[in-house]
């Protein structure tokens, strides 16, 4: 079985810096298309960053500029670091990746981290 696991949210004042991590666990073969989505309440989850499987780098325009997207050497941990974070970045984020556990296609499926509260306020 494989577990995505989500770490780093919290309560920061606006300007302020917070790091989320998300951490593939199990049997992987390949992960692609590791990307973070954040959601609002009565709101429709959003894309704010992802990596491609060609390895380029999509933000959503609310966040470029401030949040980066990163991936560790083995790529199975990868982290968005915000900055000049905003009230209106508050949010519940979630990790999101294509992950093959096995060298078949199909063998691939997507998988959702469980969730981190982003706050936002002064």
């Known amino acids: 079985q494989v577990q995505l696991v989500e770490s780093g949210g919290g309560l920061v004042q606006p300007g302020g810096s917070l790091s989320l991590t998300c951490e593939a666990i199990g049997s992987i073969f390949r992960i692609i298309g590791m990307a973070w989505f954040r959601q609002v309440p009565g709101k429709e989850r959003e894309l704010v960053a992802r990596?491609?499987?060609?390895?380029?780098?999509d933000y959503a325009d609310s966040v470029r500029g401030r949040f980066t997207i990163s991936t560790d050497n083995a790529q199975k941990t990868w982290y968005l670091q915000m900055n000049s974070l905003k009230p209106e970045d508050t949010a519940v984020y979630y990790c999101n990746a294509h992950i093959f556990t096995a060298s078949t296609w199909s063998s691939e499926d997507e998988y959702w981290g469980q969730g981190t509260q982003v706050s936002v306020s002064s």
């Open positions: 990596i491609t499987s060609g390895n380029s780098i």
